[in-house]
């Protein structure tokens, strides 16, 4: 078990430009999840994947904002056009049916939208 | 609009003292409330988590205690260790749901 994995842990742009993170969940998760945190707040459900099937999307996730599982695996977040409203840090969580509904969060990227 | 309503933002609390955080809940369709457990620059972690079907959990230090009737549950942290320092976010969701609903968080300073 070596955890959830994110990259990168860091991002600093330009408003305007697209951002891509990724998240490589442990290995034997079907269940993936992408939350938002920003400064003073808890973490917000963006989006859910259980395997490569992308289930429930919240109303928080415009369409600026597009998520991949591609095949069950890691999974890709992409903001395009960013804005300054963006800067947060991005979490991403696995888990499977053994656990029990517990999450297993990455360290998160970090946006900064200049 | 906030599902989960947590306090107080921030606690001082001496070690080997007690720290009580209270959350507050809405909807009656949750029926699952972990807390998370949170320290700088990494993701959170499930610390302790309960069900409506008991009105206390314990697991070492940490004890969640649960009360349906006021939809308020609350985590204690019995001889609290400057380890302890983090923030703490509780959290609700219902079975069958994808998403959890966090609290605001409340960040735990434990002075030696």
């Given at each position: 078990d070596?955890?959830?994995?994110?990259?990168?842990?860091?991002?600093?742009?330009?408003?305007?430009?697209n951002v891509t993170f990724r998240c490589d969940p442990i290995s034997e998760h079907n269940r993936l999840y992408w939350y938002r945190q920003t400064l003073g707040q808890g973490p917000e459900f963006l989006t859910y994947f259980?395997?490569?099937?992308?289930?429930?999307?919240?109303?928080?996730?415009?369409d600026?904002?597009?998520a991949e599982r591609p095949k069950g695996s890691f999974s890709t977040l992409e903001i395009?056009?960013?804005?300054?409203?963006?800067?947060?840090?991005?979490?991403?969580?696995?888990t499977n049916r053994a656990y029990?509904?517990?999450l297993f969060f990455g360290s998160g990227t970090q946006l900064s939208v200049l | 609009q906030q599902q989960v309503k947590q306090s107080p933002q921030s606690l001082i609390v001496q070690k080997g003292g007690i720290s009580i955080i209270n959350c507050a809940y809405e909807n009656t369709a949750f029926d699952y409330f972990p807390w998370y457990q949170?320290?700088?620059?990494?993701?959170?972690?499930?610390?302790?988590a309960i069900r409506p079907d008991v009105s206390e959990k314990k697991e070492g230090r940490f004890t969640?205690?649960?009360?349906?009737?006021?939809?308020?549950?609350?985590?204690?942290?019995?001889?609290?260790?400057?380890?302890?320092?983090?923030?703490y976010f509780c959290a609700a969701s219902r079975t069958g749901a994808n998403n959890l609903f966090f609290g605001t968080g409340t960040r735990l300073t434990v002075i030696p």
């Amino acid at each position: 078990d070596t955890g959830v994995s994110q990259n990168p842990r860091h991002k600093i742009t330009k408003r305007g430009q697209n951002v891509t993170f990724r998240c490589d969940p442990i290995s034997e998760h079907n269940r993936l999840y992408w939350y938002r945190q920003t400064l003073g707040q808890g973490p917000e459900f963006l989006t859910y994947f259980q395997n490569e099937a992308q289930l429930e999307k919240s109303r928080l996730l415009s369409d600026r904002f597009s998520a991949e599982r591609p095949k069950g695996s890691f999974s890709t977040l992409e903001i395009q056009r960013t804005e300054q409203g963006d800067s947060a840090m991005y979490l991403c969580a696995s888990t499977n049916r053994a656990y029990n509904e517990k999450l297993f969060f990455g360290s998160g990227t970090q946006l900064s939208v200049l | 609009q906030q599902q989960v309503k947590q306090s107080p933002q921030s606690l001082i609390v001496q070690k080997g003292g007690i720290s009580i955080i209270n959350c507050a809940y809405e909807n009656t369709a949750f029926d699952y409330f972990p807390w998370y457990q949170q320290f700088p620059g990494k993701g959170p972690a499930l610390l302790i988590a309960i069900r409506p079907d008991v009105s206390e959990k314990k697991e070492g230090r940490f004890t969640i205690s649960f009360n349906k009737s006021a939809k308020q549950f609350s985590l204690h942290i019995m001889d609290s260790q400057p380890g302890d320092s983090a923030t703490y976010f509780c959290a609700a969701s219902r079975t069958g749901a994808n998403n959890l609903f966090f609290g605001t968080g409340t960040r735990l300073t434990v002075i030696p």
